[in-house]
């Protein structure tokens, strides 16, 4: 059985990898036709709105996550009833939080628009116009995450994979419409991605409908579920409310306090950020089930064993894309946007060192989800973040950048990756020494023999085409060399040889 997971796991991993690339690309292009057609400003002012909805994204992320958790679980357990109910009840959850969060949101997010963000007169009713175009997607989006999570829970990457860069597709072409719209361009901008998201929608409810027969959506309550949803979601509430809270304020900090210019920059190291994110959330999405399976089977050696397995692989291929973008980074957004806001390089760097350590740390984020105990763990972890918000803030008022704002912000995830390490010898009875050898050592050497080499050549041969292919290169080779044959062990390297096609390069 476990032989059957590992290969299953290797396919997904392939799969993803590939559904990340192709997106990754069309979101990229995607937001760079989208910067140039409306300019600054707008993207600015795009950002700082859709802010204010996204903010409230922690709730539907805490619901999200406890789908996920009990899907996989009764997945696990083999319970077929159980895990209709789980289904039913997760689809009726969503449209109740939907439809909530639209109700407050409509009240308190346009007085917000109108008297706490400094949008000019000029530009205030399409600002209006987009977050209730915003918002609608918002809602749109929370409807279909059960139908998305019960996908990723079966493990039919495939059809995921499809779907998503569909999605992708659909976005890139929305941002083509924008120049032909005979509307404002920002207005247009929302109204388009309100008709894709609400096009997804029905494309995975069709999907779940004819390819997962055995959580078809039936109309039905179980109280017992809801209390199970809200008690697992209120604790997961407080992480996903602490980083999505810290996140928002960065932008609506930035905007305020330096102007529209630093907002389209972080709005450009968003994008950045969430493309290399790829890497890890596709990866993620591909053992995350099997760690809620393994445990709700009782399997805890295969449980240990992907956990480490996981933390490395991740973190070798978030170097892979990372480093040579980070070393190039004003090179790769010359080639991307062409201009750019002067303050995206120094902002993309840091939040680059912030995710890096979430990285490696994912799988030990799964592992508490997938025993159920969030209390603890959550209240330590948003502890340390909520304390970002305070100190950005006191760092921009007293007149510095905002790449040290950000700088603080990360230093304080260094802090949670730490903690949460401790911590997880006494959940999950984590063998911290071995943790911190055949894990932290290992990518530590990893990053210490990439990175250096890697900068010091970019520099050397400067901010063109030379330099950053040969830069890359170097990058690329020393990450697979130094990740193959240092930080996996010989039991990981030989699940890599038995994936097709990518066994064939390896050997």
């Known amino acids: 059985m476990e032989n059957e997971d590992v290969k299953r796991l290797a396919k997904n991993t392939v799969t993803l990898f590939v559904r990340m690339v192709l997106v990754l690309v069309v979101t990229l292009y995607s937001s760079r036709v989208v910067l140039r057609t409306l300019g600054f400003d707008d993207f600015g002012i795009y950002t700082a709105v859709a802010s204010v909805v996204v903010f409230f994204g922690f709730l539907n992320t805490a619901l999200t996550n406890a789908t996920s958790r009990y899907l996989a679980f009764e997945l696990g357990r083999g319970d077929t009833e159980q895990l209709k109910k789980t289904f039913s009840m997760a689809v009726n959850c969503h449209v109740i939080l939907a439809v909530t969060l639209w109700i407050l949101l409509e009240v308190g997010g346009r007085w917000f628009i109108g008297h706490k963000l400094n949008v000019g007169p000029e530009r205030l009713q399409a600002a209006e116009a987009v977050f209730q175009f915003s918002l609608l997607t918002f809602c749109i989006g929370i409807v279909q995450t059960p139908f998305q999570a019960n996908i990723i829970a079966h493990e039919k990457m495939d059809g995921y994979a499809v779907l998503s860069v569909l999605d992708s597709l659909l976005k890139l072409s929305a941002a083509y419409l924008i120049a032909l719209s005979p509307i404002d361009r920002l207005v247009s901008y929302g109204l388009l991605l309100f008709a894709v998201a609400l096009v997804m929608l029905i494309c995975y409810m069709v999907y779940n409908a004819v390819r997962l027969k055995d959580t078809r959506y039936r109309l039905s309550w179980d109280g017992k579920l809801v209390g199970q949803f809200a008690s697992y979601s209120g604790w997961s509430l407080l992480v996903n409310a602490a980083a999505v809270t810290t996140q928002q304020c960065i932008t609506i900090f930035l905007f305020n306090f330096i102007g529209k210019?630093?907002?389209?920059?972080?709005?450009?190291?968003?994008?950045?950020?969430?493309?290399?994110?790829?890497?890890?959330?596709?990866?993620?999405?591909?053992?995350?089930?099997?760690?809620?399976?393994?445990?709700?089977?009782?399997?805890?050696?295969?449980?240990?064993?992907?956990?480490?397995?996981?933390?490395?692989?991740?973190?070798?291929?978030?170097?892979?894309?990372a480093v040579p973008i980070v070393a190039n980074i004003n090179f790769v957004l010359k080639i991307w946007l062409g201009d750019f806001p002067a303050l995206a390089p120094s902002y993309i760097s840091v939040i680059v060192i912030y995710y890096l350590f979430d990285s490696f740390q994912e799988p030990l984020w799964q592992a508490v989800h997938a025993t159920g105990n969030l209390r603890t763990h959550q209240i330590m972890i948003a502890s340390i973040k909520f304390l970002a918000?305070?100190?950005?803030?006191?760092?921009?008022?007293?007149?510095?950048?905002?790449?040290?704002?950000?700088?603080?912000?990360?230093?304080?995830?260094?802090?949670?990756?730490?903690?949460?390490?401790?911590?997880?010898?006494?959940?999950?009875?984590?063998?911290?020494?071995?943790?911190?050898?055949?894990?932290?050592?290992?990518?530590?050497?990893l990053f210490f023999a990439v990175v250096p080499l890697t900068f010091w050549i970019a520099r050397a041969l400067g901010s063109n085409w030379k330099g950053f292919l040969a830069s890359s290169a170097v990058s690329v080779a020393l990450v697979l060399a130094v990740g193959f044959f240092f930080v996996l062990n010989s039991n990981e390297r030989s699940l890599l040889k038995s994936v097709p096609i990518l066994g064939k390069l390896i050997v």
């Not at 990360?410 to 911290?432: F, P």
């Open 389 to 445: 918000i305070p100190a950005m803030y006191f760092v921009l008022k007293a007149g510095h950048s905002g790449a040290a704002a950000l700088a603080v912000w990360a230093g304080l995830n260094v802090v949670c990756a730490i903690a949460r390490t401790l911590y997880m010898k006494h959940l999950i009875n984590l063998d911290l020494k071995a943790y911190l050898s055949r894990v932290v050592l290992r990518i530590t050497v």
């Open 261 to 321: 210019l630093a907002s389209a920059a972080i709005g450009v190291a968003n994008q950045v950020s969430a493309g290399i994110g790829m890497f890890i959330a596709n990866f993620s999405q591909s053992y995350r089930p099997q760690i809620v399976k393994s445990y709700a089977s009782g399997d805890l050696v295969y449980f240990h064993r992907l956990i480490f397995s996981a933390s490395k692989i991740s973190f070798i291929l978030y170097l892979l894309i």
